[in-house]
């Protein structure tokens, strides 16, 4: 995983073509929703063990128990939402894999998860900026800025000194 240097920011993720690890001896692959082409394209071109599986919450227990019971020399392909990916891969992480055994393939979406940096509130299904925070309020400008601990972008005030020049709501990208 790498990050993509945008305006200085060097914190959101960019996301290369994924490819089947040939040292792995199983392969799992978990979705958000719904298999993607990609996705599919890989797990029908798998030749050694592997399993496919949809979620909608990526703390589901049956994912849990998977991404536990993954052999070490297994990789995980994750496919969905941004904040469902990474949270699967935090997940991962805490199970015992390595960076290096997890393959995020880009997300579906533009929707974000929003870190608010006045209440510390994650606000989810965020599109457009400035966003109101479901916690405080304010009304905040969406960073590139990517928090991989809450699978987050920060938000902070728009316009904090001149609430009254507000900058024009666009889409984040």
């Not at 719904?34 to 996705?39: E, K, P, R």
């Not at 063990?49 to 949809?54: H, M, R, S, Y």
């Not at 052999?71 to 969905?80: E, H, I």
Request: glycine share 6%; net charge negative.
């Amino acid at each position: 995983m790498q990050t993509e240097q945008l305006n200085g920011v060097v914190s959101k993720p960019a996301y290369s073509p994924v490819e089947l690890n040939p040292k792995s001896s199983f392969h799992l692959f978990i979705a958000e929703q719904a298999v993607t082409g990609q996705m599919q394209s890989l797990f029908d071109s798998c030749g050694v063990e592997k399993e496919i599986a949809v979620y909608s919450d990526a703390s589901d227990s049956r994912l849990l128990e998977s991404l536990a019971a993954m052999p070490l020399t297994g990789t995980l392909y994750l496919a969905g939402s941004e904040p469902f990916i990474w949270r699967v891969a935090s997940h991962a992480r805490q199970a015992g894999l390595r960076p290096d055994q997890i393959s995020m393939m880009a997300p579906v979406s533009r929707e974000r998860h929003l870190f608010c940096c006045h209440c510390y509130q994650i606000t989810e299904g965020v599109t457009y900026s400035p966003f109101i925070c479901s916690g405080c309020g304010l009304s905040l400008e969406v960073t590139d800025h990517f928090a991989r601990l809450h699978s987050a972008y920060f938000g902070y005030q728009a316009n904090a000194e001149d609430s009254s020049d507000m900058p024009e709501k666009r889409e984040v990208s």
